[in-house]
C-alpha cells in the first residue's frame, strides 16, 4: 500500500515537471513570483554594468565543469615583427631618458625632452590603427611596453597608459562619429593632443554613475553662430589624471532635457562629451600630489559651459548611452594597464631581491641563504610567475575581441595586491638600503606608488567586494541572468515561459554539481574524464583540482543565492570570499597554460608548484571562512560542509623546502629568473645602480669558491689581517692566487657600490644626493677658498673688461631660458639658475659660458676642489695680485666680509643673507664712492653665496672650467690690469 501511494506520488511529480503548462501554473510562476520579492532593484546604471563587456573563460569555470581543452587551444600569443622592433628600440630609449629619482625629487614632471619624445615617437597612439596615424598594436604589446617603462618610470609610465586605456581614443574608437575619428584620432596620435578622462567627483568616488555634473540642453551661441542646439554643463572633477597638461577633456556627466528639445525624456542618463580645454569657462585646476608620484594629475572644473551637440562621443545619438561606453571601454583598459605596471613592479621585486640577496652578506653569508629571506623570496617569485601568466592571457583575450569585464576586476584587484606583496617583501630584503631614498634606490619609489594603483580605476576594496562575484554571478552564472530579465519583463507570458525554462535548466545543473562535489572530493585523484590531453604529467592533479573546487564553487554560490537572495549584496565578506574562489580559479588557469606554452620547461616547476599551491590552499581557505560565516540553519550548513570537503580540509600551503627551491632560482643568474624577470629595462650604464648590482650578482657567483677558501685559511689561522689586509695576506701565504685576489677585491668594490645609499646635507637644502662613497661637508677653508676664487680674476671676461653686471632677476632668467637651445641637455633648473648668477656677476655672454660648460659631475666635492693643483695655482697668483692693488682699508673689508660668509655658510647653509659688514666707529661711510663700493660688494657677496653652496663648484667642474679657454692667460691679464690701472675692481 506505501508503495503504491509513492509510485502515485512519484508520477504525479513527474507529470507536472514534465507538462510545461502545468509546471509553469503550479511550480514555475510560484517561484517567479517568490523571487520578484527576493530580487533587488537594480538601477539604469547597474544594469548597463551588468550588461557591459563579454563572457570569456570566466563563464567555463562558474559551470563547474571548464572545458580544459578549449583553454589550451588558445592561440598563444606572439608579438609583431614591428611591436618587437618599437621595444627595442624606442622603448627602450625612453627608458634610457628616465630618471625617476630627478623626475619625483626635482622635477615634479617629466623633463621637456621626455614629453616631446612620448609624443614624437607616438606612445599616445598604440591603440589607434594605423590609418588614423597610430600604431595599431596588439593588447599583449600595449601591455608588453607599460610594463617595460613601469619597471623604470612610474611616472613615464602612467603618462603613457593613460591615454592608451581610459582615454578619449578608447572611446572615439568604438563610439565616435567618422567625423570625431577623423579629426581627433590622428592628432592623439602625433601627440599633438594631449588626452584625459573626467569621470570622479568630489561626492562620486566609487558610487560613479551617481555623479551630480549635469548639463541642461538649450541653444546658444557657438563659432559666431546663433541658435546652435547644445547644452551648457556644469562639472566638478577630482583626481583626472593628465588633466593638468590636457588640452582635450574627455567628460562624463548626466543631461536633462526639461524643455524637449531633443523629443524625449527629461532624464536622458548619463552622457559623455569632448571638450577642448581652451573652451571658454573650463577651469583648469591646479595639481595633486599622490604620495610624492610626478604624474600629472588634478581637478577641472566648469560653470555653464556652452557644448555644441556635436562634441558629444558619437553625436546626438550618443545621447544617454556614456555609462554603456564607459563599462566597456573601462574593462579592456583595465584588463592591461594596471595589471602591466603590477607586473613591472613585481618582476623588479624579484629581478633586485634575488641579486641583493645574494649579494649582501651577513655572518659571512649572503643573505639569500637565511630561511627568513628565502621565505620572502619564493613570495615574490611564485607571485610573479602567477601574475604575468595572468597578465598575458587577460591581453591575449582583449586580442581576441572580449571585453572581458569579470576578469578585467579580477586581475587589477589581484595582481595590484600581489605586486603590493612582492614590493613589500624586496623593501624587507634590502632593510636599509630600501628604505633610504635617492638617486641609488630603485625600490623606494614604488613602495611608495602601489597605493595608487590599488586605489584608481574602481579601489580594491570595492572591487573584490562587491564587483568580481557580484558581477560574476550576473555575467558568468548560465541561468541567473535569465531569470533576472525575465523576472522584470512586463509580458506576463513571456516572462513565465522564459523563467520557466531557466529554472528548469538550473535545476539540472544545481544536481550535477552536488554530485560532481561528491564524486571529486572523494575520488577525484582516479577521475580523468576532465583531464585534457597532451600535458605535463606534472600538471595532472592540478587540473583535477581545479575542476573539483570550479564543481564546489557553482554549488555554493547557488547555495548562498538560494539562502541569502537579494541580501547578498549587503553581504559584501561573504561575496568577496566568493570572488577570491573565482579569482583563484582564473589566476590558476592561466599559470598552467603559460606552463604548457613556454614548453614545459621542467626547471620552472619549482615555481608552478609554488603558485598553484599556495592558490590553491588560498581557495580552501576561502570555502571554509564562507561556511563558517554563512547565516543559516546548523544542520544545512553542516551538510554543505560534507558536500564541499567529504574528506576534511587537505591542501597545506608550499613547504619550506619547495620555497628553498625557487629562492634558489633567484639567487642565480640563469634561464629560469630571465624568464621570470622578461620585459623589464634593465639599464647597462656605468652610473646605474641596478646595472651594478647585476654586475655584483654576476662575481658573486664568479666568487664563491674563492671565498670558500678565504674562510677556510682564516677559521685555519692561516690569515690574521682583517678588513683590506685580509687578501693581501692570503695572496703573500699562498691561500690564494694572484687571479682570486684580483676577482676577491672586485668583488669587494661592487659590494661596496651596492650595498651603499645616498646622503644628504643635513637640512637637506640641496637638490642633489652627495654620493656615499665621497661624501664630505664644506671646511671653512673651502668656503674660504671658493670666495677668494670666486673674487679673483680667473672669472675676468676675455676681452678684460672691468665693468660688473648685476643680476636682473626675471629678466636674466629669463634670458638664460631664452637661449635653452645652447644649455647642456644635463643642466637643470637650479643649475640655469646658478650659472645665471655667474654670468651676471662676470659678464659673460650666456651662450659663451653655456659653451664652456660641458659636464656636470654629480659625484664631486668641494674637498677636491679644495686641494686641487689648479686651485692652488690660481689662488696663489691671482689673489697675490689682488692684494697688491688693493688698499688696506678694501682687504680689511675683504677679510671681514669672508669671515662672516664662512660663519653664514656654515651656520645655515642656503638660508640666511650675507649682511652688510659692520662699520667702526672711526670710519666716514658718507663718502659716495665708498658706499657704492660697498653696495657692490653686498650683491656680489649674495650671488657668490648661492654660487658657493651649488653643484656649479664641484670638483672636476672647476678643473674643467679653469683650463678652458674661456679664461685669458694670467700673465697676460696682469699686464693689461698695470696698464689700464684698476684697482679696486671687485670680481
Same mark, same amino acid.
Given at each position: ?26 511550480? #514555475? ?127 613615464? @609610465? ?75 554643463? /556644469? ?96 574593462? +579592456? ?8 605596471? #603590477? ?27 637565511? !630561511? ?84 584608481? *580605476? ?98 555554493? +554560490? ?63 581557505? +576561502? ?76 662575481? @658573486? ?5 674563492? !671565498?670558500?677558501?678565504?674562510? #677556510? ?12 689586509? *685580509? ?54 677653508? *673651502? ?29 636674466? /632668467? ?62 696663489? #697668483? ?18 671681514? /666680509? ?34 657704492? !663700493? ?14 658657493? *653652496? ?38
Amino acid at each position: 500500500m506505501l508503495l503504491f501511494l509513492f509510485l502515485s506520488l512519484f508520477a504525479v511529480i513527474g507529470v507536472i515537471l514534465y507538462v510545461p503548462s502545468l509546471r509553469c501554473m503550479i511550480v #514555475s510562476n510560484q517561484i517567479l513570483n517568490l523571487f520578484r520579492k527576493m530580487l533587488p532593484q537594480i538601477s539604469q546604471t547597474e544594469q548597463e554594468a551588468l550588461d557591459a563587456g563579454t563572457v570569456w573563460w570566466d563563464g567555463d569555470l562558474f559551470s563547474g565543469k571548464p572545458d580544459w581543452n578549449k583553454l589550451l587551444a588558445y592561440p598563444k600569443p606572439q608579438l609583431s615583427v614591428e611591436e618587437e622592433a618599437f621595444l627595442n628600440g624606442p622603448v627602450e630609449q625612453l627608458c634610457d631618458m628616465l630618471d625617476e629619482w630627478k623626475i619625483t625629487h626635482e622635477l615634479h614632471d617629466l623633463p621637456p625632452k621626455v614629453w616631446q619624445f612620448i609624443k614624437d615617437n607616438g606612445f599616445f597612439g598604440l591603440i589607434i590603427p594605423k590609418k588614423y596615424g597610430g600604431y595599431g598594436f596588439s593588447a599583449l604589446a600595449h601591455s608588453q611596453v607599460v610594463m617595460k617603462i613601469g619597471s623604470r618610470s612610474g611616472t613615464a @609610465a602612467v603618462t603613457v597608459m593613460v591615454p592608451n586605456s581610459l582615454g578619449p581614443a578608447e572611446l572615439l574608437l568604438h563610439y565616435g562619429t567618422e567625423e570625431q575619428k577623423n579629426h581627433y584620432l590622428p592628432r592623439l596620435a602625433k601627440g599633438l593632443e594631449v588626452p584625459c578622462f573626467a569621470l570622479t567627483s568630489p561626492d562620486a568616488g566609487s558610487d560613479a554613475g551617481s555623479i551630480p555634473d549635469f548639463g541642461i540642453v538649450c541653444r546658444g551661441e557657438y563659432d559666431g553662430k546663433q541658435d546652435v542646439l547644445g547644452m551648457r554643463v /556644469t562639472w566638478d572633477k577630482r583626481y583626472i589624471t593628465l588633466g593638468p597638461v590636457a588640452t582635450i577633456l574627455g567628460l562624463a556627466f548626466k543631461l536633462y532635457d526639461p524643455d524637449r528639445l531633443l523629443g524625449g525624456d527629461e532624464d536622458l542618463g548619463i552622457t559623455l562629451a569632448l571638450v577642448p580645454t581652451n573652451t571658454p569657462g573650463v577651469e583648469i585646476g591646479r595639481r595633486h600630489f599622490p604620495l610624492d608620484a610626478a604624474f600629472q594629475n588634478g581637478p577641472n572644473s566648469g560653470r555653464d559651459v556652452f557644448i555644441p551637440m556635436e562634441w558629444i562621443i558619437g553625436g546626438q545619438e550618443g545621447v544617454g548611452h556614456g555609462w554603456r561606453m564607459l563599462m566597456n571601454s573601462l574593462a +579592456a583598459g583595465r584588463s592591461i594597464s594596471l595589471p602591466a605596471t #603590477s607586473v613591472g613592479a613585481a618582476k623588479l621585486a624579484a629581478q633586485t631581491s634575488g641579486a641583493y640577496g645574494r649579494v649582501r652578506v651577513q655572518f659571512n653569508t649572503p643573505i639569500g641563504n637565511f !630561511e627568513g629571506i628565502e621565505e620572502a623570496l619564493a613570495r615574490i617569485g611564485g607571485n610573479t610567475y602567477m601574475m604575468d601568466a595572468a597578465r598575458v592571457m587577460t591581453a591575449s583575450a582583449v586580442d581576441l575581441g572580449e571585453k572581458p569585464s569579470v576578469i578585467s576586476a579580477i586581475v587589477k584587484y589581484h595582481l595590484t595586491e600581489r605586486a603590493r606583496q612582492a614590493v613589500i617583501d624586496a623593501m624587507d630584503i634590502h632593510g636599509g638600503k630600501g628604505i633610504c631614498l635617492g638617486p641609488r634606490n630603485y625600490l623606494g619609489r614604488s613602495y611608495q606608488h602601489i597605493p595608487v594603483s590599488i586605489t584608481v *580605476e574602481g579601489a580594491n576594496i570595492l572591487t573584490r567586494n562587491m564587483i568580481v562575484f557580484g558581477q560574476g554571478v550576473m555575467r558568468c552564472h548560465p541561468y541567473i541572468l535569465k531569470e533576472v530579465n525575465a523576472a522584470h519583463d512586463d509580458d506576463t507570458k513571456r516572462a513565465s515561459a522564459e523563467f520557466d525554462e531557466a529554472l528548469v535548466g538550473h535545476a539540472i545543473y544545481n544536481m550535477r554539481n552536488v554530485m560532481n562535489c561528491l564524486a571529486y572530493g572523494l575520488f577525484g585523484q582516479y577521475l580523468k574524464d576532465n583531464v585534457p590531453e597532451n600535458i605535463s604529467p606534472e600538471t595532472v592533479a592540478y587540473y583535477q583540482q581545479l575542476t573539483r573546487f570550479s564543481a564546489n564553487f557553482a554549488f555554493v +554560490a547557488d547555495i548562498a543565492l538560494l539562502l541569502l537572495g537579494g541580501s547578498l549584496k549587503r553581504k559584501e565578506r561573504l561575496s568577496a570570499r566568493l570572488g577570491d574562489i573565482l579569482s583563484m580559479l582564473y589566476l590558476c588557469s592561466a599559470t598552467l597554460k603559460r606552463f604548457e606554452q613556454d614548453g614545459r620547461p621542467e626547471s620552472d616547476l619549482p615555481l608552478l608548484h609554488w603558485s598553484m599551491q599556495d592558490a590553491i590552499y588560498q581557495m580552501q581557505q +576561502a570555502f571554509d571562512e564562507f561556511l563558517d560565516n554563512l547565516p543559516g540553519n546548523v544542520v544545512l550548513i553542516w551538510i554543505i560542509r560534507r558536500l564541499v570537503f567529504p574528506l576534511g580540509r587537505r591542501y597545506s600551503p608550499p613547504s619550506d623546502a619547495l620555497g628553498h627551491e625557487v629562492a634558489k632560482l633567484m639567487l642565480e643568474p640563469g634561464a629560469v629568473r630571465d624568464r621570470l624577470t622578461a620585459g623589464i629595462y634593465v639599464p647597462t650604464g656605468a652610473d646605474e645602480p641596478l646595472a651594478d648590482l647585476e654586475q655584483a650578482m654576476k662575481c @658573486a657567483v664568479e666568487c664563491t669558491t674563492v !671565498e670558500a677558501k678565504l674562510r #677556510s685559511a682564516v677559521k685555519a689561522g692561516k690569515i690574521t689581517e682583517i678588513g683590506d689586509d *685580509e687578501i693581501t695576506q692570503a695572496l703573500q701565504k699562498g691561500a690564494i692566487t694572484a687571479a682570486e685576489a684580483e676577482l676577491l677585491n672586485k668583488m669587494k668594490t661592487l659590494r661596496s657600490r651596492v650595498v651603499k645609499v645616498d646622503d644628504f646635507p643635513a637640512d637637506f637644502s640641496s637638490e642633489q644626493s652627495v654620493s656615499a662613497e665621497k661624501a664630505v661637508q664644506p671646511s671653512t677653508l *673651502e668656503v674660504d677658498k671658493m670666495t677668494e676664487l670666486a673674487s679673483s680674476d680667473v672669472f675676468t671676461r676675455e676681452n678684460g673688461s672691468s665693468d660688473i653686471e648685476e643680476p636682473a632677476g626675471e629678466e636674466a /632668467t629669463k634670458s638664460i631660458e631664452d637661449e635653452s637651445q645652447d644649455v647642456p641637455d644635463n643642466l637643470d633648473v637650479s643649475e640655469v639658475s646658478i650659472l645665471n648668477d655667474v654670468v651676471s656677476l662676470e659678464g659673460l655672454g650666456e651662450k659663451e659660458m653655456a659653451e664652456k660648460i660641458k659636464v656636470i659631475d654629480d659625484h664631486s666635492t668641494l674637498d677636491e676642489v679644495a686641494k686641487s693643483d689648479q686651485m692652488e695655482e690660481i689662488l696663489s #697668483s691671482d689673489v697675490s695680485s689682488k692684494e697688491s692693488d688693493r688698499g688696506d682699508s678694501d682687504d680689511q673689508d675683504r677679510k671681514s /666680509t669672508l669671515e662672516r660668509t664662512e660663519d653664514d655658510v656654515q651656520d645655515a647653509p642656503g638660508k640666511q643673507e650675507l649682511s652688510e659688514p659692520d662699520q667702526p666707529n672711526d670710519v666716514k661711510t658718507s663718502d659716495a664712492s665708498d658706499k657704492q !663700493e660697498k653696495d657692490e660688494e653686498k650683491k656680489m657677496m649674495d650671488a657668490l653665496e648661492k654660487v658657493a *653652496e651649488s653643484d656649479l663648484f664641484k670638483p672636476g667642474k672647476i678643473e674643467e672650467i679653469a683650463s678652458s679657454d674661456a679664461f685669458v692667460d694670467k700673465d697676460e691679464h696682469k699686464k693689461k690690469k698695470k696698464k689700464e690701472g684698476a684697482p679696486n675692481r671687485k670680481k
